[in-house]
């Protein structure tokens, strides 16, 4: 079965670039969504089609894929970005989301 | 702006069907054209894709769980339902049923709050 892998967590301090990748075979011939989830809270998409935000969603955040691996960046981060971060690809018909990346915000 | 949310038993017995419903509101299922889907996430865990539901009835499941799930809808309260058979503890999770739109990168924009799932004795 297909995989995305995250590392499980980044650190970044407050007004940086926080990166933060998601890894699977060939997934630059896939498109990547992203979800941002704070505690107790439901996911939120905050990037889709690699490099696209919905509406609301900031513009320091930035999305891009190719080869084996997409990243979200989070420009001058702030507190409130501190949350875990899920990347999801299909494959076939099946979704499949990463394993979860936690970000802190030092 | 559709709002989605789920109900569910809270407790479910080892083996047993779990049953869970999601009611959406601001928008009727039959009049969109858009995918319907359950996602799960156990305590401290990740989020798990369990399956989704098309208007026209289309299912896809995970690989994994498709010998155990049922997802379909009752079109005329505006409701979608995932069944779940011989349930174990690794069931156990945050059940959340979401909306997206027809194109599968354009993501999952609209979620539900939850429903909390236990299966024990």
């Known amino acids: 079965s297909y995989e995305l892998t995250q590392p499980p967590s980044v650190s970044v301090s407050p007004g940086q670039t926080a990166n933060i990748p998601c890894s699977g075979d060939k997934l630059g011939d896939k498109y990547v969504c992203w979800y941002q989830q704070k505690p107790g809270q439901s996911p939120v998409l905050v990037m889709y089609q690699d490099r696209k935000r919905p509406s609301g969603i900031p513009e320091r955040f930035s999305g891009s894929n190719s080869g084996n691996t997409a990243t979200l960046t989070i420009s001058g981060t702030q507190a409130m970005d501190e949350a875990d971060y899920y990347c999801q690809a299909w494959d076939s018909s099946n979704g499949v989301f990463g394993t979860g990346t936690k970000v802190t915000v030092l | 702006q559709v709002q989605l949310q789920e109900s569910g038993p809270g407790l479910v017995k080892p083996s047993q069907t779990l049953s869970v419903t999601c009611t959406v509101s601001?928008?009727?299922?039959?009049?969109?054209?858009?995918?319907y889907y359950w996602i799960r996430q156990p305590a401290g865990k990740g989020l798990e894709w369990v399956g989704r539901?098309?208007?026209?009835?289309?299912?896809d499941y995970n690989p994994s769980l498709k010998s155990r799930v049922t997802i379909s809808a009752d079109m005329s309260k505006d409701q979608f339902s995932l069944r779940l058979t011989s349930v174990t503890a690794a069931d156990t999770a945050m059940y959340y049923c979401?909306?997206?739109?027809?194109?599968?990168?354009?993501?999952?924009?609209?979620w539900g709050q939850g429903t909390t799932v236990t299966v024990s004795s």
């Open positions: 979401a909306r997206g739109p027809p194109t599968d990168y354009y993501g999952i924009d609209v």
């Open positions: 539901l098309y208007v026209s009835g289309t299912t």
């Open positions: 601001g928008g009727s299922i039959r009049n969109g054209y858009n995918y």
